[in-house]
């Protein structure tokens, strides 16, 4: 594969570790300090995308209640906000392969074909280049799982049935995971924010697919899980909501992060 068949890290030495086994020591550690919790294999997740040391914690606990099924989940289909590129739709990458200093994950080239077939669906490779949304989630998954493909989204201005036409289109069986990444509130005081984002936590619970981009910057790819949740029936449980105040940040200006799962009651 050559090098211009695959996406650089773009962060790598801001939001985590640049340094391939210092990274592998950050995540390994992060996903032994998550308590265990019960879970039933889910169908989906959402995780927060801020730097390590603010919303690591938060991302892990998701991670960490992964590992019954490390060789059974063996593609991940990856929804992220877009922060630098205006996108109308959902962007797909052209390249083969995303790389982090952990290596490189290969990209479902027959999956994102078929993702090719929807108008919502465009190529943008800008829109990938230097977005973290995605990038961050890739160490997490590539220590949690021994072998998967990756499908990542770039989600812009897209309507809850957009989203979830494509969630559907790659919705698969028990080996594909649905990966919703975003943060909650931004930059709010901290019992602000404690509010705001346990009435967010709430609506997601409730698979209520009208959450606003103030309350969750991924809320475009919310909400077109909760929309796909809802007609699956689908249930939500809820890990862990905190924010940047209760991690590594003043609480003054803090963002909220949140961890949920998305299981079929065939699983419980």
Same mark, same amino acid.
Not at 111 to 129: F, K, T, Y
Not at 167 to 181: R, Y
Not at 184 to 202: E, I, K, N, R
Not at 243 to 260: H, K, L, P, Q, W
């Given at each position: 594969?050559?090098?211009?068949?695959v996406?650089?890290?773009?962060?790598?030495?801001?939001?985590?570790? %640049?340094?391939e086994?210092?990274?592998?020591? !950050? #995540?390994?550690?992060l996903l032994a @300090?998550?308590? $265990? *919790?019960?879970?039933?294999?889910?169908?989906?997740?959402?995780a927060?995308?801020?730097?390590?040391?603010?919303?690591?914690?938060?991302?892990?606990?998701?991670?960490?209640?992964?590992?019954?099924?490390r060789?059974?989940?063996?593609?991940?289909?990856?929804?992220?906000?877009?922060?630098?590129?205006?996108?109308?739709?959902?962007?797909?990458?052209?390249? %083969?392969a995303f790389?982090?200093?952990?290596? !490189? #994950?290969?990209?479902?080239?027959? @999956?994102?074909? $078929? *993702?090719?077939?929807?108008?919502?669906?465009?190529?943008?490779?800008?829109?990938?280049?230097l977005?973290?949304?995605?990038?961050?989630?890739?160490?997490?998954?590539?220590?949690?799982?021994?072998?998967?493909?990756?499908?990542?989204?770039?989600?812009?201005?897209a309507?809850?049935?957009?989203?979830?036409?494509a969630?559907?289109?790659?919705?698969?069986?028990?080996?594909?995971?649905?990966?919703?990444?975003s943060?909650?509130?931004?930059?709010?005081?901290?019992?602000?924010?404690?509010?705001?984002?346990?009435?967010?936590?709430?609506?997601?619970?409730?698979?209520?697919?009208?959450?606003?981009?103030?309350?969750?910057?991924?809320a475009?790819p919310?909400?077109?899980?909760l929309?796909?949740?809802?007609?699956h029936?689908?249930k939500?449980?809820?890990?862990?909501?905190?924010?940047?105040?209760?991690?590594?940040?003043?609480?003054?200006?803090?963002?909220?992060?949140?961890?949920?799962?998305?299981?079929?009651?065939?699983?419980?």
């Open positions: 594969m050559n090098a211009a068949a996406r650089q890290p773009a962060v790598a030495g801001m939001f985590y570790p %640049a340094a086994s210092a990274l592998r020591t !950050a #995540v390994d550690a @300090a998550a308590p $265990a *919790l019960p879970l039933a294999q889910p169908k989906a997740i959402i927060p995308h801020a730097g390590y040391i603010y919303s690591g914690p938060t991302a892990a606990r998701i991670y960490a209640a992964l590992s019954p099924w060789q059974k989940i063996r593609r991940i289909a990856l929804f992220g906000p877009t922060h630098r590129v205006a996108v109308r739709g959902l962007a797909l990458p052209s390249c %083969a790389a982090t200093p952990l290596g !490189a #994950v290969r990209l479902d080239a027959e @999956a994102m074909a $078929a *993702l090719d077939e929807l108008p919502q669906i465009s190529r943008n490779d800008a829109a990938h280049a977005e973290h949304s995605l990038e961050v989630h890739l160490p997490f998954l590539q220590r949690c799982f021994d072998d998967f493909t990756l499908i990542p989204l770039a989600v812009g201005d309507e809850p049935e957009e989203v979830a036409a969630i559907e289109l790659l919705w698969g069986g028990d080996e594909t995971l649905l990966v919703i990444s943060d909650l509130s931004h930059f709010l005081p901290y019992a602000t924010a404690q509010q705001v984002d346990g009435d967010t936590c709430h609506h997601i619970l409730d698979l209520d697919a009208r959450i606003h981009p103030r309350q969750a910057c991924g475009y919310i909400n077109g899980l929309l796909a949740a809802r007609r029936g689908l939500a449980q809820l890990l862990e909501c905190c924010n940047s105040g209760d991690t590594a940040g003043d609480r003054e200006r803090v963002v909220g992060y949140a961890a949920f799962a998305f299981h079929s009651p065939n699983h419980e």
